[in-house]
């Protein structure tokens, strides 16, 4: 009896309702729902109780795309051998794709020996071993994709009838609250909303947006974060927000900016750009749909555009013919993650952490970090990468000549199972022939047939396998490793260090003090394991190289 181990795989849209209709749950009911169902289905299969069980959930990812996070972990494991069952709560939970979720089911999965439960719609592919699912499946699946466009569709266009309606969707910014007797409106906050209205007469009074952080701070006037903590409806969800934590330039500016305050309601600011996605593109101001006096306010419109001087005002200090920092949104402090403010018009460049500017004697630290101290770092990081180059494109060559005698090898296999398909088919129709002409009997015709289908669909099952088994490796061959070992090479011939390699190595620079920091490098997975193998080998080189000097 084959053991199991289970992968429970949940998924819920950020489109269906339960998500949208109740904001006092930290998980969606229907994510609890999705859970109880599978478990309880488990419970009552005796091949299963005793199975162990590992869960996987994407909370808010659409089913038209499978890139999604909880399900490349859920694939992860198949491919490592970890997972060898997958139950789901319906097709539609796994994905709408239609054409791609039959592929999982009538290839991918069969091949890495996976068995796929689908609770409601009654499937368990244990059940159709040697065969497809059938069309009852496929309509399934085309009524599941047919359904997520459409939903897709309902759901902006309900959306947008809102938002030229002046309702608030969503959560409501710091200082407003939701109205509990009429929703989508909105009333202030008889707390936060105090803290807004003081920012607002700072600026109407002429401070900047940093001199309103550093008073803000003294003062120990609560930030959002600090509010939806301790005193916000939703507490619970912010349990985990760092309590170190202060008003900085960018939190006052975002409030001075925000329409909501003087009783307007701004909406349609971003729009998807790829459906089943979460890629977005900004929307330009004059596309943006604002409905004006539509709930309380906290300043007049006339106050609010008085306050948008200590915005300008702030900005106006740079120079716009002046480059941006080097390092500047990448590097940032490692106690608080807020990106390090870049300060180019100095002798020797440097950058500090704007928390520990606005809230001195914090955790953060106060020290510059010299901008030539930073390159040198980097430059012997990267360094390091160069000298790795030639092994590394050694070892792309050998693992290129591995892949292609094994492709090979499956291609020759491919192709004498297709020559012996072909040559059952010729004879199963030149047994027609011999029946059509007498010359065989009926009885001895249905029993060669018989034993030739038998044959014939053996053949085709293991050409598709052969065949599957190619794409496969195929589509395994790279992950994107040959690509960053270019762009390595081509860096190799700088001698500065620019801002293009800065965001083709590195996600982000993390500083602790000006002595120490740590290099968060944007290289994958794979490219990762690849560069501990060719570590290994260059280690093993050189301790050969020093045994051989000793000898």
């Known amino acids: 009896m084959t053991t199991y181990h289970i992968g429970m795989y ?21 994510i609890s729902h999705q859970r109880d169902l599978i478990r309880n289905y488990i419970m009552f299969h005796k091949d299963l ?79 159709y071993e040697g065969t497809t699912a059938g069309l009852d499946v496929a309509l399934k699946n085309v009524v599941y994709d047919y359904y997520s ?12 009838d809102k938002m030229k309606r002046g309702e608030h969707t969503g959560r409501a910014p710091f200082g407003m609250m939701n109205d509990p007797d009429k929703k989508g409106h909105l009333l202030v906050d008889p707390i936060a909303g105090k803290v807004v209205r003081r920012i607002f007469n700072l600026a109407i009074s002429g401070d900047i947006v940093s001199d309103i952080a550093k008073k803000l701070n003294a003062d120990g006037e609560m930030t959002p974060a600090v509010y939806y903590r301790t005193q916000g409806p939703n507490k619970h969800m912010y349990k985990k927000t760092t309590k170190h934590i202060s008003w900085t330039n960018a939190n006052v500016r975002t409030i001075l900016q925000n329409e909501t305050y ?94 520990s500017l606005v809230e001195p004697g914090g955790n953060c630290s106060d020290g510059k970090i010299y901008e030539d101290s930073l390159i040198e770092q980097v430059r012997a990081a990267a360094q ?18 591995q892949r292609k005698t094994k492709e090979k090898d499956l291609a020759d ?34 029993k060669k047939r018989e034993v030739l289908d038998g044959k014939i669909a053996e053949a085709r099952s293991e050409l598709q396998q052969m065949e599957l088994q190619i794409r496969l490796e195929e589509s395994a061959a790279d992950h994107g490793i040959n690509g960053t070992v270019k762009s390595i090479r081509r860096f190799e011939e700088e001698s500065m260090v ?17 002595e120490h920091i740590e290099l968060k490098w944007k290289f994958s997975d794979a490219f990762q394991e690849f560069l501990l193998e060719v570590e290994k080998r260059a280690d093993s080189a050189q301790e050969q190289t020093a045994q051989e000097k000793n000898a």
Request: aromatic content about 10%; glycine content about 6%.
């Open 10 to 30: 949940i998924r819920l849209s950020q489109s269906d309702d339960d998500l949208l209709s109740n904001d006092k749950k930290s998980e969606s009911e229907s």
């Open 49 to 127: 109780k005793q199975c162990s069980v590992e869960e996987f959930y994407d909370d808010g990812y659409s089913g038209a795309s499978f890139v999604r996070p909880g399900f490349e972990k859920l694939l992860e494991k198949i491919r490592k051998g970890e997972i060898n069952l997958v139950i789901v709560k319906d097709f539609s939970r796994f994905g709408r794709d239609y054409i791609e979720l039959g592929d999982y089911l009538e290839r991918i999965f069969p091949y890495l020996g996976v068995r796929f439960i689908s609770i409601n719609d009654g499937y368990d592919s244990s059940e």
């Open 149 to 160: 466009r459409e939903l897709s569709e309902k759901v902006k266009t309900a959306k947008r």
């Open 262 to 355: 003087y009783g307007a309601n701004v909406a349609h600011k971003r729009e998807i750009t790829k459906r089943g996605t979460s890629q977005s593109a900004g929307i330009d101001k004059a596309d943006q749909i604002i409905v004006e006096n539509v709930h309380e306010a906290i300043v007049t419109k006339e106050e609010f555009t008085e306050a948008q001087k200590a915005v300008r005002k702030i900005r106006g200090k740079k120079n716009p013919s002046e480059q941006s920092p080097l390092f500047q949104g990448i590097l940032r402090c490692a106690t608080c993650k807020r990106v390090l403010q870049g300060y180019p018009r100095v002798k020797r460049k440097y950058y500090k952490c704007s928390n």
């Open 384 to 401: 390091h990468l160069f000298g790795l180059t030639d092994l590394m494109e050694q070892v792309l060559a050998e693992q290129h000549l």
């Open 413 to 446: 296999k491919a192709n004498a199972c297709r020559k012996t398909l072909t040559q059952l088919e010729n004879q199963k129709l030149l047994n027609v022939e011999k029946w059509m002409s007498g010359v065989m009997g009926k009885d001895i015709y249905l």
């Open 498 to 514: 620019s801002r293009e390699m800065l965001e083709t190595f590195f996600e982000a620079i993390y500083v602790t003090d000006p």
